[in-house]
């Protein structure tokens, strides 16, 4: 190789080191941050309907829509109780809608023919400035959300579904006069705001060629060379948005952020009471932080400006939670696979701090497996009593909490060590029938936790034995009975007799079984969980669900099925306290046909029909 071959070999490595350390540094903060607040605020507040989508899928004619303008009066809009109120969740940023695809803008526009909410509306005035001025004097990080469609731009090509003005690949004039008209809003954002974030939606109507997205990020960079985009600018952006579904597998992109809601609306919509509880929103943002992303939890204010009761309440008990556990939040990195610990997890930069999140209380301890470094310490955040721990086997550990430990919905175990925690590989601890059935050392917990992991992973012990459906004729012959054990077994012989190994990992915090034709899903609850059992990527029907060994049939709720998209939603299982197992409860979900999950990688939400 001739040395001007190498002089600019090394030149370009040079520059995309450079490139690379520049990206992770404008990043860090959002990499850090865990915790943003969408606010999808509009004219359809007014009529509480679907943002932009009512009238392009003529739910509702366009004149109906645009009426709502004569409706929004932002009257009781306080922009300094609303940056309060995001500050008390715990988030380190938000994300305001400058204008939706109805292409009404609340800022003040001078663009030609643009409809705004100071020139248009019942308001008659600027509602984004008094947010944007509130948000940057709190501190906190500022994220505008532009929609690259404009449905009522009348030089836009894409009115409705069933109608469009022209075609933009044979009309190039009109097309021209839109990207200028964009182009001269987003330069009057860029300069009037200089966000730190652009969060832009509905690329997927036009390539990113079409869109001049390059020329776009040029405008806006021009203004703050450190500013991120989304990922919904064809491959120009800098970090991956999937929407609603809750990640089964943590997304392939380095950054990334979970939009989402709290009801199934993004906009208010008054009749939309089906809101998650804080219980499954903390826990929702916990999965975010064990895979090393953010939670975008959306609200949806009124046409007075005013936000929802049930919106506030939530915000408020996220706020508990994460003023309480701050330290395990933000700043955090992905967590240590599941095999070590049965609950999320998260890491500190330095990997000397080990962060257990757990949403269920136990009496028996937790486990923490195959740790190859030495544990310095261990304490529980927001408690200042002392936690025993114990090594059980090499690299085995159990952590007693006392009851006055434990948060009432995710209680977070800060593990230190003296170096980077290094796992080790988790040991096979399978047992055979008469050593768990006999008294030893263990304890009933310590060995049922053994073969329930032992099955999980396909190594059945009862099917040496033969074991009956029903626990007919399971007699055992060991001479020294660990009896309550043996009772366990005998309750719980469904679930054991012929059982394979369960989903894979993702679908489910916890251990799960499949029965022979894989149309029975056992899934492992240990001790008291805080909330309802949550199983994600579920594509089949369930035909019910009941306590294994009892017979009480479980009601359960799917969150964020969205009827137009393929992802399955989230189904929530509530458990009654006095039905739970003192070890381990066993919960059956007959499915509609062999198991279906899915699995695909997680990304963008391109149309609602």
């Known amino acids: 190789m001739s040395f001007r071959k190498i002089l600019t070999l090394l ?52 004149p109906t829509y645009k009426k709502q303008l004569n409706g929004f009066t932002a009257a009781k ?65 500022t994220g505008i959300y532009f929609s690259l469609p404009d449905w009522s731009y009348p030089h836009y090509d894409i009115f409705t579904r069933e109608h469009k003005r022209y075609d933009a690949k044979v009309d190039m004039a009109q097309w021209k006069k839109f990207l200028n008209y964009q182009q001269l809003q987003l330069k009057e954002l860029a300069n009037a705001y200089n966000p730190d974030l652009y969060w832009f939606d509905g690329d997927w109507e036009h390539s990113a060629e079409e869109w001049e997205v390059p020329q776009i990020k040029n405008i806006l960079s021009g203004k703050n060379q450190n500013v991120i985009f989304n990922s919904r600018l064809g491959a120009y952006g800098d970090y991956e948005t999937p929407e609603q579904g809750v990640p089964v597998l943590k997304p392939q992109a380095k950054y990334w952020e979970l939009c989402y809601t709290m009801n199934d609306s993004w906009g208010y919509q008054p009749f939309d009471t089906h809101y998650k509880s804080a219980n499954m929103i903390i826990r929702t943002l916990v999965d975010c932080i064990s895979m090393g992303g953010n939670l975008l939890l959306d609200i949806g204010p009124k046409a007075d400006g005013t936000i929802a009761p049930e919106q506030v309440d939530i915000l408020k008990k996220l706020g508990r ?13 992905t967590g240590i696979p599941s095999i070590h610990f049965n609950g999320k997890t998260a890491l500190s930069k330095d990997k000397k701090t080990l962060y257990l999140f757990t949403d269920y209380q136990s009496n028996d301890g937790l486990a923490l497996n195959a740790i190859q470094s030495k544990i310095k310490s261990v304490s529980v955040i927001g408690y200042t009593g002392t936690v025993n721990y114990k090594i059980t086997e090499a690299n085995n550990y159990l952590i007693n909490l006392p009851k006055a430990a434990y948060d009432q919905d995710v209680t977070v175990i800060k593990v230190t060590f003296a170096e980077p925690v290094q796992l080790s590989p988790a040991k ?22 053994s073969v329930i992991t032992e099955i999980s992973k396909g190594n059945n012990i009862f099917d040496k034995i033969n074991l009956t459906v029903d626990g007919a004729g399971f007699e ?19 679930a054991l007799s012929k059982t394979q190994a369960g989903i894979p990992e993702g679908h489910y915090q916890g251990k799960t079984f499949l029965s022979a034709d894989k149309q029975n899903l056992f899934l492992i609850v240990e001790s008291q969980p805080t909330g309802p059992i949550a199983i994600k990527g579920l594509k089949n029907k369930i035909n019910r669900i009941r306590i294994v060994g009892e017979g009480t049939i479980l009601p359960y709720e799917t969150y964020n099925k969205l009827y137009w998209s393929k992802i399955p939603g989230i189904v929530y299982i509530p458990l009654p306290a006095e039905r739970l197992d003192k070890h381990f409860t066993i919960i059956n979900v007959l499915v509609d046909g062999p198991i279906d999950l899915y699995r695909e990688h997680v990304g963008v939400l391109d149309q609602n029909n």
Request: no cysteine; hydrophobic share 35%.
């Open 77 to 141: 809009y306080n922009p300094t109780e609303w940056v309060n109120l995001i500050k008390e969740s715990g988030a380190k940023y938000a994300v305001i809608t400058s204008k939706h695809h109805d292409g009404i803008s609340l800022w003040d526009s001078k663009a030609p023919l643009a409809l705004t909410v100071p020139k248009d509306s019942k308001a008659k005035k600027d509602v984004l400035t008094p947010f944007v001025t509130e948000l940057k004097k709190s501190g906190l990080k």
């Open 11 to 62: 030149s370009l490595t040079l520059i995309y080191i450079q490139l690379s350390a520049q990206q992770s540094n404008k990043m860090q903060w959002f990499a850090d941050a865990k915790l943003g607040i969408f606010i999808h605020w509009g004219v359809y507040s007014v009529d509480g309907i679907s943002e932009s989508w009512s009238f392009y899928n003529n739910y509702v004619n366009y």
């Open 476 to 494: 055992p012959s060991v001479k020294n009975l660990d009896t309550a054990t043996y009772n366990w077994v005998l309750k719980h012989t469904e």
């Open 321 to 333: 939670w994460t003023k309480k556990h701050t330290e395990a939040i933000y700043g955090t990195e």
């Open 428 to 449: 096979d601890l399978a047992v055979s029938v008469d050593e768990l059935l006999t008294n030893s050392k263990s304890s009933s917990h310590q060995k049922l936790a």
